[in-house]
């Protein structure tokens, strides 16, 4: 257990879907990421919120929309995604601006 | 662009011997650096750090070594264990920055 945790761990969905993902991290830390990762790619930072805040929105199409209600919790709504967008999402914490993360073990989604 | 990357993505060591991940980055800011481990089905785990003050760090069975002249940060494993295979990123970290930036990745497999 990495004190950051995500549901689902697997998901399929259809093109024409509505879903969530929920990460949730109980480290007391201040900051959380969305990260995608595809195969045979680095990492892809796609938002980040400080303090509830949102600080960074990587160019994400507006198919993916983040919501944060408070430090412990971060969501992941999908709504009218494409095949390409299937990949491993993963949520991180850190404690501050400067610090390394934590990761969750991310959601794994497949878009059919 | 500032970019951080990886000098191989493949590496096979025979178990008990040393294994070198190499990464190369392009951001002379940057002043933090992570090794990541990231083994199938799961999220990327903290190996080790190293803060731009210092060259050379060690852990259990690992050591990272930082050399700002050449941009050049390497992950040294000590008798390298199957528990060890899995892939390893490098991120850094841009003083004052939230955001993290990842190498590709090297696979590291482990032959008994």
């Known amino acids: 257990e990495t004190g950051v945790t995500q549901t689902p761990r697997h998901l399929v969905m259809g093109m024409t879907n509505k879903k969530s993902l929920k990460c949730e991290q109980h480290?007391?830390?201040?900051?959380m990421y969305w990260y995608k990762q595809s195969a045979k790619k680095p990492l892809e930072l796609m938002f980040v919120y400080n303090f509830k805040e949102q600080t960074e929105n990587n160019s994400v199409p507006s198919r993916f929309s983040p919501e944060c209600p408070n430090s412990s919790h971060l969501f992941l709504h999908l709504h009218t995604l494409q095949p390409e967008d299937s990949a491993l999402y993963l949520c991180a914490s850190s404690q501050d601006q400067g610090d390394g993360y934590t990761f969750g073990s991310g959601t794994r989604l497949t878009v059919v | 662009g500032e970019s951080v990357g990886l000098h191989l993505p493949t590496l096979s060591v025979q178990e008990g011997d040393n294994s070198i991940i190499n990464c190369a980055y392009s951001n002379s800011a940057s002043d933090y650096f992570i090794w990541y481990k990231q083994e199938s089905g799961k999220g990327p785990q903290f190996i080790i750090d190293i803060r731009s003050n210092m060259d050379k760090r060690q852990g259990q069975r690992v050591t990272v070594l930082l050399n700002k002249t050449v941009k050049h940060l390497s992950l040294q494993i000590a008798a390298t264990q199957p528990g060890d295979s899995a892939v390893y990123f490098c991120a850094e970290n841009g003083a004052g920055s939230y955001q993290l930036t990842f190498g590709k990745g090297t696979k590291l497999s482990v032959i008994p």
């Open positions: 480290l007391g830390h201040n900051a």
